[in-house]
């Protein structure tokens, strides 16, 4: 399957409503309120196009769909981009278009000078060892100890070559954690 990654644009409303359809199952596993739906999802797309974002999809190139979506925002200009947000078609997850999508990101935000890009991925639903516990005194010792239970994407992003970095406590309510990750790109 070819697959094409490009700038997603204000004007390509085909690929803005496709984008808004997946992302409302994609998250479902991860963050059950995020995009939960279309329009919310809409408004999430709407914000990307902003001065300080990146915003590239992939399309499958036989049938002209848009298939994945990634996202950058520039928050420690002009050095340091979030991540936000990653989300690949529940249909054609585990065939490279995430890792495609992470590399494509790591080549803009070089390209705009760019130094390090990092991200916060959440754990609000067990999937890791460190749901549901208190992770205090020592959080850091918890997150070298990290198991994945239930494939959290933690796993995904190590493959594309990010890094712990650290770990909010209690992000999204007690023993809901945010696990933070970089990579130098630049
Ligand atoms: C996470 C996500 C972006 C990965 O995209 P994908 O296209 O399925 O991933 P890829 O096929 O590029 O996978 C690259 C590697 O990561 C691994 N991987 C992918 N998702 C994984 C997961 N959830 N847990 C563990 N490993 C994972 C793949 O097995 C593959 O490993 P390999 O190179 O050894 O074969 C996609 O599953 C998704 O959109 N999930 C829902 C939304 C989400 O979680 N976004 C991130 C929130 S922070």
Redesign the pocket.
């Given at each position: 399957m070819p697959v094409e990654i490009r700038a997603l644009t204000p004007d390509d409303h085909r690929a803005i409503e496709q984008i808004a359809q997946f992302c409302t199952h994609?998250?479902r596993?991860?963050?059950p309120d995020y995009m939960t739906t279309v329009e919310e999802a809409r408004e999430e797309i709407a914000e990307s196009f902003a001065d300080d974002r990146i915003s590239r999809v992939a399309v499958d190139g036989d049938s002209n769909t848009a298939i994945?979506w990634i996202g950058g925002i520039l928050t420690y200009e002009p050095f340091a981009w979030e991540?936000?947000?990653?989300?690949?078609?529940?249909g054609?997850?585990?065939?490279?278009?995430?890792?495609?999508?992470?590399a494509d990101l790591e080549t803009q935000v070089k390209a705009r000078g760019g130094l390090t890009i990092y991200?916060?991925?959440?754990d609000e639903l067990g999937l890791t060892s460190l749901h549901g516990i208190d992770l205090y005194p020592n959080p850091l010792e918890h997150l070298a100890r990290i198991q994945?239970l239930k494939?959290?994407?933690?796993?995904?992003?190590q493959?594309?070559g990010f890094v712990f970095t650290g770990i909010v406590p209690d992000a999204n309510g007690f023993g809901k954690p945010d696990l933070l990750m970089a990579k130098r790109v630049g």
């Open positions: 994609a998250f596993t991860i963050a994945g991540l936000h947000p990653l989300a690949v078609d529940p054609y997850q585990g065939h490279g278009i995430g890792r495609a999508l992470a991200l916060g991925s959440d994945n494939r959290h994407p933690y796993e995904f992003y493959k594309c």
